[in-house]
């Protein structure tokens, strides 16, 4: 499905749009938001992650329509690179998520394959709740920063953004953090 060419229109509706016009929103909204989410579902493979991609990228149309100029692309361009780059963002996250479980926890994966038991899940519970307890323990800098990177999805250079540090004080917390956080694990097993 090919967006119809109307970028005349489109930078119309930005303009709209960064008065505050809800009804440009919509308009903009309506006009690209199947062909976006198609492309992050390909990116994701996964429906509710494409969907919050979506969602993360029209907030940020509407919250910074203001700051767009023609520079920037076409204002379909633009947005499909917005796309692409959260889409990109979230798996990347997504991966390094897992990688986070798996690091500080490498004794409780079980290559073996899928749960068979009740009690499986049981421990699978019990180790979560470990793993959380943990992470409690962290100095808050630290805790902060761990969440915010492997939670939250961002990189360390959004984080030290969002906090106003510098990125080596970001990336410093939070390799401090995991270590002290794979020395609490292995101290709780």
Do not use: C
């Not at 690209?32 to 492309?39: F, G, H």
């Not at 633009?78 to 490498?106: E, G």
């Not at 360390?156 to 995991?178: F, H, M």
Request: hydrophobic share 40%; aromatic share 6%.
């Amino acid at each position: 499905m090919n967006p119809p060419q109307t970028t005349k229109e489109d930078l119309e509706v930005m303009h709209r749009i960064s008065r505050r016009d809800r009804q440009a929103f919509a308009e903009l909204y309506d006009r690209y938001a199947d062909v976006l989410y198609s492309m992050a579902l390909r990116i994701l493979n996964e429906p509710l992650e494409a969907g919050d991609v979506i969602h993360d990228v029209f907030v940020h149309v509407w919250n910074n329509s203001g700051l767009y100029t023609s520079e920037l692309g076409k204002p379909f361009s633009w947005i499909l690179s917005l796309t692409r780059s959260r889409a990109i963002d979230q798996l990347r996250a997504r991966k390094r998520s897992y990688r986070f479980v798996h690091d500080i926890t490498p004794e409780m994966v079980d290559e073996s394959g899928p749960l068979e038991h009740p009690q499986d899940h049981a421990l699978s519970y019990e180790e979560s709740r470990l793993i959380r307890s943990a992470v409690e323990t962290l100095p808050l800098e630290q805790r902060q920063a761990i969440e915010m990177a492997f939670l939250g999805g961002m990189t360390q250079n959004q984080i030290a953004e969002s906090l106003r540090q510098p990125p080596a004080a970001i990336r410093a917390r939070i390799r401090r953090g995991l270590v002290k956080l794979r020395q609490e694990v292995k101290e709780m097993l």
